[in-house]
């Protein structure tokens, strides 16, 4: 019984038990954050208590700067819950006392870029028209590539100066030379184990360059005693196309697509309409691509192009059409979008008895 019990405390160990230097992604996105700046005369620390206008707040220092007239840090202010912080709250925050500046947390996330057309799905009878356009588009710059963290250290409180073995307890995988990095060398030579960075100047990379497991790290290094400054080391890397939006059906040939109208930008032009035709029954989507010098963002709408009557969309009306609709009617068989629309006669948005005698009496001249 001993045996066992010495065991199974062993393997309790072994799963519980994080290794030091061990560190987890910080938890927030861009709905659930914001940014604040804030100065103080000396080095502390935040927690949720200092920013009440966030509901179960969390806090992660993204950047902490020495100043000559004490300390300015950049912080993540995090809804624990998951509650979306909106343009209210950003300037609540902006209220506080401690607070110098607030906004969204556009820095230190990433985000899809969107785009919305005016209509996500219509219904069009042959050489029928409708008019389409991109009624909302957002851009954002997601070309940042991080590297690990830059921070400096008070030479005077580390016996011995930093090195390696204190990076690696803290997190951290390889220690350089700060004075050593920047955008056209961003793998400088590793310091050895017992060299330190004369000027107390250092870039260090971890197992990751996720940017939520670097803000951990930011967070963790800043709270770290003898610890002057710190931030992430990043880049954005060269990016740039033409600004213009396109159209396109596919597949190609059941709708034509008429562009009109549009405002110059940069280079292009963008905010067409666009008129789209249906040329042949069938069902299609219609995609526009919003291309800006950042990135680009697409939207798509569903057409369905159909004649009425014609279920078997053979070009002809006639008794199969009918007893399309009939078997539909009575759950015998499932019809797509278009042929639905077509079997709808009386357009009252359901297939029953009366809209298979309509195209019946259609059918036969009546």
Sequence with gaps: MKKLLILFVALCLCVFCVPAGALAEASYDYENSALVRVLCDGQRNFDGSDFPEIEDCEVYVASKTKTDNGFEYVLILSAKGGKRVDADTVAKLGGNALVSEASFNDSYTYRENYAELNSSK????????????????????????NYGLLFSVDQSKLDGGFKAADFEALGGKTLCCGDDWDIYNVNPSPLGP??????????????????????????????????????????????A???????????????????????????????????????????????????????????????????????????EIGVDDALLALQNSVKKIELDDRGFAAADADKDGSITVTDALMILQRAVGL
Excluded: M
Excluded at 131 to 141: C, D, H, P, Q, T
Excluded at 212 to 221: G, P, R, T
Excluded at 298 to 304: H, I, Q, R
């Design 241 to 315: 196309q033409p600004t213009d939006e396109k159209w396109k059906c596919t597949p190609e040939g059941v709708a034509e697509i008429t562009l009109s109208g549009g405002t110059k930008k940069y280079d292009g032009t963008v905010g067409y309409t666009a008129k789209v035709t249906g040329t042949s029954q069938g069902i299609a989507e219609i995609t526009a691509t919003r291309n800006e010098t950042l990135g680009s963002a697409s939207a798509s709408c569903t057409v369905v192009v159909y004649k009425p009557f014609d279920v078997s969309a053979n070009g």
């Design 122 to 145: 219509v219904f069009l009878e042959l050489s029928q028209s409708t008019e389409l356009n991109i009624v909302k588009a957002e851009i954002v710059s997601n070309h940042i590539r």
């Design 194 to 239: 017992d060299e330190i960075s004369q000027s107390g100047k250092h870039f260090g990379k971890f197992e990751s360059e996720e940017i939520e497991f670097l803000i951990a790290a930011a967070d963790k290094l800043a709270k770290t005693d003898g610890i002057l400054s710190v931030c992430v080391a990043r880049a954005e890397n060269p990016y």
